[in-house]
């Protein structure tokens, strides 16, 4: 594929090659969870497809409209027998590596938590590998600043030639306190900087958690796990020196995918996390002045960002469907 501004494209829409199929729990339902990956046709996006048990099946999109709670993770669907949650670390996987359009079958109402991170998923599909459409691939485009804040959080997005992250985390505790990433997410940089951070948790906050029905599944062989004396418990230590602001960096990429389509911008964060990502797309869909949407005029073997050209916004606009 060539590369523009550190998206992976040829300039036209992608779905994987064959279906694959993967099995493992619910991290917060404990449920033991089956989903198959479909290829898909131009201009489906992305389209979760839930087996219920009376037989019925439920399609939910995986766009900004359909998001509903983001307490713990980011859950699609309004309805509790409807709904898709913790789709972060696949929307993230499937954002990295530029696909467009998939069917995704699942006969639970969660996303299978793996060991955590993104990985096992990009390992699926590089196993499944991509195929080009004939249909040219659209960007969102951030062309002025797009800025929230919530108590002392914040999110903004800016104007960037290129799709760039800037998450910072500042928790009170020594083992991680403020950690930074910084850089422009490529198929080549997630794989290598965020796709392994896995997602972490406080023994403190378990009981808690057990309580209202959520982590159910979650062990150490799916999250780095705090100790209340502030050392992390699982025996393999981390993947990295600061997993903790690398796994919140692929959170919030998994988060801004559910634009319905690859942006051009830079996402900065301060002590964000699902709630805040999800505001701040909200925030930037809603303001038609902050964005327009364009696409590669041609195919060729590389595409430099002053060819990009502007389409008819309301001709594509997935994440209001």
């Not at 829409?13 to 046709?41: M, Y």
């Not at 104007?159 to 998450?167: V, Y």
């Not at 050392?231 to 600061?242: F, M, P, S, T």
């Amino acid at each position: 594929m060539a590369n523009l501004m550190g998206i992976d494209v040829v300039g036209y829409q992608t779905t994987i090659a064959r279906s694959t199929t993967l099995s493992g729990i619910g991290v917060h339902s404990g449920e033991n969870v089956s989903i198959s990956f479909h290829p898909a046709d131009p201009d489906t996006g992305i389209v979760f497809n839930r087996s219920l048990d009376n037989g019925d099946v439920v399609s939910v999109r995986a766009v900004s409209s359909q998001v509903g709670s983001t307490d713990l993770c980011t859950l699609l669907g309004k309805a509790p027998d409807r709904s898709i949650a913790t789709v972060e670390h696949l929307m993230a996987a499937l954002y990295a590596m530029g696909i467009d359009n998939v069917a995704i079958d699942i006969d639970a109402g969660e996303v299978p938590i793996m060991d955590g991170s993104a990985a096992v998923f990009i390992e699926a599909f590089d196993s499944a590998g991509l195929t080009a459409h004939a249909v040219k691939r659209r960007y969102i485009r951030v062309t002025k600043p797009v800025r929230i804040e919530m108590g002392g959080s914040w999110a903004e997005f800016t104007p960037h030639n290129g799709t760039r992250f800037e998450i910072d985390i500042d928790f009170d505790t020594p083992l991680i306190g403020r950690q930074s990433w910084k850089g422009e997410v490529t198929a080549d940089t997630f794989r290598r900087e965020l796709a392994r951070a896995r997602t972490f948790g406080f023994m403190r906050d378990v009981e808690r958690l057990w309580a209202s029905g959520h982590a159910l599944g979650s062990s150490l062989e799916n999250s780095v796990v705090i100790s209340d004396d502030d050392k992390v418990i699982n025996i393999e230590g981390l993947r990295y020196r600061d997993e903790f602001v690398r796994h919140k960096t692929l959170d919030a990429v998994g988060d801004l995918a559910l634009a319905g389509a690859q942006f051009i911008g830079c996402y900065r964060s301060y002590r964000g996390g699902h709630r805040l990502n999800a505001m701040a797309l909200r925030a930037l869909l809603a303001d038609s002045n902050a964005y327009d949407v364009v696409e590669a005029p041609a195919r060729r073997n590389s595409v430099r960002h002053g060819e990009l050209v502007a389409v008819s916004a309301p001709v594509f606009a997935p994440w209001s469907v």
